[in-house]
């Protein structure tokens, strides 16, 4: 099926242009043309731009449920308190709604690809495979990270052995290799999550499968003296010494690296996956961006979890990240909105290995229509400075996704968002941290 879409301006590498028709097809953007004729099944997106959609790269979706629990407390009491105990409460059921319901709210905010780096694997892939089916009826392009975890203090549902995380690992990237919007890439958790032989395992199936691998690396800053001492190495020299720090590796976070491990990634072609609002929210410390950009490091960005941020929207992030690097270095010109843009469409799909980010043909059909009339999109300066800078998720009003119309007018096509809005309150009904008991 071809569909054209008109819309009053469409961002391309050009910059804005208008008269356009982006004719859509097989997932696909097939053609950018100008607009000679309109015809009757043209869509008329009318008051609206055209941009690419937001790619997020990192998340964990089930945390949605636990938005609220324990917003207040330090990262320690979080985990024992929230993370560990509250997803334990989750059955598959609990964790696909948890997906669906993130993935809804990331569709409405402009997100069109989710990172879920997943780790409520219990000994297989079925709930890895609950998430995928509720990505696919939602309707969100998903990178899922099958997390491989073996650190015995963490609930044992998110561990495997060694060899049992390797082989179910590439046996989910193999049950999803022709899968036109989704693919799974290995997830080795952290230095601390995962021991030196997992790290290597999760290396071993990125390098054999020719994907990505994830790793949250560098987030507080107790982690950098742990590694030293449990590993007589700082995080990023520790995952040199391993050998897995190269093109494959998207570290997450990348907080509390110094000047040599900033060099590093970039000497080996690593790439981050930065979190700014995460690393607010749970006091982490301010990643060094602009150093990380000089020495050549790929960078795109991420929400975190829902219960981590609290918000799950790329534009905030780009808006998130150039603030955060202005009160650092007390310098308004630290990152701009072109840059931060770029972090949060084509580089984050680049680094995923993704087709899209950018609206040109051969592409992927990852779409994003906002509306011009919005108040928070006037005056009519610099619009993609507005975009980044200023834009409400209110003015979000249509989204595509491989082609598909899943947000019309500012609704989910796909779901009934009542309908999984009272799932979700049903769930979740009764829950604080004094009912929590492990
Ligand atoms: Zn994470």
Redesign the pocket.
Known sequence: MTQRLVPDLVLTDAGWQSGRVVVVEGGRIAALEHVHRVWPSDVMLTGKALLPGTVNA?C?TFQSLLRGLGDDLDFMSWRDRVLYPFSEKLDRAGIALGAAFAFAELLLHGATTCVD?FYLNDDGNENAEAVIDAARRVGIRLVLARTMYDWECAPRRYCDTVDDAARRTRALVAAHEGDATARVQPAPHSPHGASPAMIRAGWEVAETEQVPFHI?VAEGRYEGQRTLAEHGATPIRYLDALGVLGPRMIG?HGVWLDDDEIARMGARGAALAYCPSSNMFLGDGITRIPELLAAGVRIALGT??GSANNRLSVFEEMRMASLLQRVRLLDGSALDAERAFAMGTRAGAALLGLDAGVIEPGKLADLVAVNLEDPSLHPRTDLLKSVVYAMSPRAVSDVWVHGRHVVASGRLTTVDERELLARVLELTKGWSISTAAR
């Open positions: 990192h964990h780096f949250h997450v975190d979890g």
